[in-house]
């Protein structure tokens, strides 16, 4: 980076925007369709998944207390160097697989929007193109990223916001409701439903990604992660619970887009149009967020020696362009590899791999809170959320936990390889980890 450059900062506005934005991506408007037949259990799960999500994320913000240096730097304070490349090397690949599947997403939702121009045999072409785009708004720094994440959120939450007051407009008028599936509720059940609805939320700890980018982060982070879980938890458990009471059960379990039933039901078939459209932009804001997020960690590993050396390099605003483009190159061959029948069970792999891997981050991020937070309350909701992801876990089933074993295995051998690379090659690790960020106003 040049010395007369300063890095680019962001704050509260802009890293609460990357929290909102990264978990509203294209998932919460096809959960229903999974959640229908479970009934009452799946209200009883947002309520779950919602407090446990709250307690993790007040988890990492008392990491993120530890300072500004990204993840790996906080829990590396706590555990050490390797579990430290293990938490960010399981959400770099969590991360470069789900750019794949929110950039297939994206083109899906544009391909009603605009029938013309995306077909379903160029979906993966378009979905390439949008990871080029975003990556290009990305290099052009963090404060470019995080402003694009403020208009996304503005927009996609409109679709989650209009069914919620068709579900209060029908309450104040006395209108009925539908009756929720029939399922008995039980551990099974919500379990279930509980896995579900936990992915659901996930996205937030990409917040915790950027090295060195976000001003007074003892203070940002703690308060953007909070606030914005919190505002998605209540919008999500209003909007999840007005979706199964404003159509049949059975609609919803068939519909390929639940949302835009309920929108046209009330406005007619314009109103799907307009779902398709700022699903289609939910997508777009959430692979924004994942973008920065895997090339932050990419770069976090680079300096450590973890991962190869350029991926460490740096444009004069220190962005970590190289490490980017990495990330979406990765991206792209996982769609490439799911656009030729002979490798799609490929594709199935890695998105397992990404699905268990963002449970190990929340779990070392929780243990390494608990050590940095003597004291019975603040101990009390990390207890929570230890036991929120160990039901999350049991819901899951065996297979995630088997494959996010191999995905440790194949980190481990990874760095151990690039570690030896690096000492033949006599380069070394970088000392400096975060460059000290400027003060400035705050976005």
Request: net charge neutral; with cysteine.
């Amino acid at each position: 980076m040049s010395e007369t450059a300063k890095p680019q900062t962001i704050g509260l506005w802009m890293t609460s925007a990357i929290v909102v934005g990264t978990i509203i991506g294209s998932g919460i408007f096809m959960l229903p369709v999974a959640l229908a037949p479970l009934g009452a259990n799946a209200l009883i799960a947002w309520v779950i998944s919602g407090l446990g999500i709250i307690c993790i994320a007040y988890g990492l913000g008392r990491l993120s207390r530890l300072g500004g240096g990204g993840i790996q730097a906080n829990v590396e304070q706590e555990f050490g160097p390797t579990a430290g490349f293990l938490v960010a090397w399981s959400f770099w690949v969590s991360n470069a697989v789900a750019q794949g599947a929110v950039a297939v997403a994206a083109a899906s939702a544009m391909s009603f929007v605009a029938p013309g121009f995306v077909r379903p045999d160029n979906i993966v072409p378009v979905a390439i193109g949008w990871l080029v785009v975003l990556t290009a708004v990305n290099a052009m720094g963090v404060r470019a990223a995080g402003g694009l994440s403020i208009v996304t959120v503005l927009i996609k939450v409109l679709p989650l916001l209009a069914v919620v007051w068709i579900f209060g407009q029908r309450g104040v008028t006395g209108g009925e409701f539908e009756p929720l599936a029939v399922a008995p509720i039980n551990l099974s059940n919500l379990a279930a439903a509980t896995a579900l609805t936990f992915f659901a939320f996930t996205g937030f700890e990409c917040a915790t990604t950027p090295v060195g980018k976000v001003r007074d982060p003892e203070r940002t982070l703690p308060r953007a992660l909070i606030g914005g879980v919190t505002f998605v938890v209540l919008l999500y458990l209003v909007a999840g619970a007005a979706i199964q009471m404003l159509l049949p059960a059975d609609v919803v379990a068939a519909s390929p887009a639940p949302f835009a039933d309920a929108l046209v039901a009330q406005w007619g078939n314009g109103a799907a149009t307009f779902a398709a459209f700022t699903i289609a932009v939910a997508a777009v804001g959430c692979l924004n967020g994942l973008i920065l997020a895997t090339g932050e960690l990419g770069y976090s590993m680079a300096l450590r020696g973890d991962m190869p050396k350029a991926m460490g390099w740096t444009r004069g605003i220190n962005t970590p362009v190289v490490s980017q483009i990495v990330g979406s190159m990765v991206s792209a061959l996982v769609l490439l590899a799911n656009n030729n029948g002979a490798t799609a069970s490929l594709y199935t792999f890695v998105i397992l791999l990404g699905t268990a891997s963002v449970v190990i981050v929340y779990f070392a991020g929780t243990a390494s809170a608990w050590k940095h937070s003597p004291g019975i309350g603040r101990r009390l909701v990390l207890a929570f959320a230890f036991l929120f992801l160990a039901f999350a876990v049991y819901g899951m089933g065996f297979e995630p936990v088997f494959w996010s074993l191999v995905l440790l295995a194949i980190g481990l051998v990874i760095r151990w390889a690039m570690q030896r690379l690096n000492a033949r090659a006599g380069s070394s690790p970088v000392e400096e980890l975060a460059p000290a960020a400027p003060p400035g106003s705050s976005a």
